[in-house]
């Protein structure tokens, strides 16, 4: 089983910055892929990022291609999502999740075991 607890949410301006953390608990982290997830009000919750268990491979929705990075340090037991030239569309609650299958990239939730209670950010125009 893994624990996922999100961090570094907040309120800025828009083409601000931010990172937000994702910290795993127990030794099998790097057994694991890992996604960022978002959810605004009044709309489903849609995938922005994914990384196999490496880190060798990534992947992005078009939204925020070019804006974020994910990255992670199985050392930490950690995944990161650096957020970039912000936009309003972007304020949503922010949500990482695992992925039991290490190699994969997943873009759906259905392939997600595991859920942080999520980070709020807020982009202000």
């Known amino acids: 089983q893994v624990q996922l607890v999100e961090s570094g949410g907040g309120l800025v301006q828009a083409g601000g910055s931010l990172r937000l953390s994702c910290a795993a608990s127990g030794r099998t982290f790097r057994r694991y892929a890992m996604g960022w997830f978002r959810q605004a009000p009044g709309k489903e919750r849609e995938f922005v990022a994914a990384?196999?268990?490496?880190?060798?491979?990534?992947y992005y929705a078009d939204s925020v291609k070019g804006r974020f990075a994910i990255s992670r340090d199985n050392a930490k037991n950690t995944v990161y999502l650096q957020m970039n030239s912000l936009k309003p569309e972007d304020t949503a609650v922010y949500y990482c999740a695992a992925d039991p299958t290490p190699l994969r990239i997943a873009t759906t939730l259905s392939a997600y075991d595991y859920w942080g209670q999520g980070t709020q950010v807020t982009v202000s125009s």
């Open positions: 990384i196999n268990w490496s880190g060798s491979s990534t």
